[in-house]
């Protein structure tokens, strides 16, 4: 089994394993909007933007799947995050509502984190839709189960970073976007529970709503949610992993593509067809219309986070989702190293 993110050597790149959610032919291709709108083809295609974003910032990343031809198992998209030692694991996906009245009004982010106990009743509906049916959720609910889950979750530390990097990750969505936050939460997903290093799953929006249905099909709207959530890893490397990302040199880009392509050759060689295992979200059965990069550790004290819920934010920020539009991205700038202190 891979050593932990904290085994990793300092300096080194981060690693980031990004989860497009479902994938393959129906049942297991997601939720359902609009004029076609499929799931599992708007988070491989922000996934794909994401993945850009990072690696100009000089992350190594790894998708645990390229294209749409199968459905990856959740155990095999955790396995994949574990052995490729990754530093963070971020699974993105869009929500739906069932009903016609909850398509037409519910529109906003979510983000989540592992816990054994839902937020709410909607919460624990998500997670056992995700997982594939509420008899697939496996994290215990005992005291002496968790300790040993958080225990093999990097040594429990990983737990409770993962709570910061949803929260980091919720919190520049909201504002980058101006989409109505739905708030933090946590439930057992079954994605999140088997993998060894801070996890979060990410609902980038409702497809079933019919305005926000359109812009996730966006490709502005898309560069905007990539932008926000490159951002939020950059802030959560920064300020909890306590690493600094730099733009990687031409050379460092021609390794990682090399890598990439070998990474991807050897998932393929291991994995083999898939089965599926992710069963459709409740809307669709309704209705539906580097080479190493260099890093430098960061001395400074670390900002705080935002609070969880807080949308102070977005009040100050035109809400892209009411506009039924969407701008022209603006690049976010990299963060520089600083200097390395004097002894």
């Known amino acids: ?3 932990g993110p904290a085994a990793r050597a300092e300096g080194s790149p981060l690693v980031v394993v990004l989860d497009p959610g479902h994938g393959g032919p129906f049942p297991h291709d997601g939720a359902h909007g609009a004029k076609g709108l499929v799931e599992k083809s708007i988070a491989l295609q922000i996934a794909k933007r994401l993945r850009e974003q990072l690696e100009a910032a000089g992350a190594t990343v790894l998708l645990t799947r390229e294209d749409d031809a ?3 198992s959740l155990a095999d998209r955790a396995r994949f995050a574990n052995e490729a030692n990754a530093d963070l694991f971020v699974s993105i996906h869009c929500n739906s509502m069932a009903t016609r009245h909850d398509r037409a009004v519910t529109r906003g982010v979510e983000s989540y984190f592992l816990s054994p106990d839902p937020t709410d009743a909607e919460a624990k509906l998500l997670a056992e839709l995700e997982n594939g049916g509420p008899t697939a959720v496996p994290v215990p609910k005992t005291g002496n189960a968790v300790s040993g889950l958080l225990a093999d979750l990097a040594l429990g530390q990983a ?3 993962s709570a910061a990097l949803a929260e980091t990750l919720h919190h520049s969505l909201v504002k980058r976007t101006g989409a109505p936050s739905r708030g933090l939460r946590q439930a057992p997903f079954l994605v999140l529970s088997a993998t060894r290093m801070p996890s979060a799953l990410i609902e980038v929006g409702f497809i ?3 305005g926000e249905g359109r812009l996730l099909a966006k490709e502005a709207y898309q560069d905007k949610i990539a932008e926000a959530l490159a951002q939020g890893v950059r802030d959560f490397a920064a300020h909890v992993l306590m690493r600094r990302l730099l733009p990687p040199t031409e050379d460092a880009r021609a390794a990682l593509l090399a890598q990439r392509s070998e990474a991807a050759k050897e998932r393929s060689e291991r994995m083999g067809p898939q089965g599926g ?3 459709h979200k409740a809307s669709a ?3 539906a219309g580097s080479g190493p990069a260099v890093t430098a ?5 670390a900002p705080s986070s935002p609070a969880p819920g807080d949308t102070a934010a977005t009040a100050q920020a035109p809400s892209e989702a009411e506009k039924l539009g969407a ?3 603006t690049p976010i700038a990299t963060p520089v190293a600083p200097p390395a202190s004097t002894p």
């Open 208 to 210: 079933s709503h019919p």
């Open 1 to 3: 089994m891979p050593a």
């Open 70 to 72: 199968a459905d990856v």
């Open 285 to 287: 059965q309704t209705e």
């Open 159 to 161: 737990r409770n970073d």
């Open 277 to 279: 295992s992710l069963e």
């Open 297 to 301: 550790p960061n001395p400074a004290a």
């Open 327 to 329: 701008t022209a991205a």
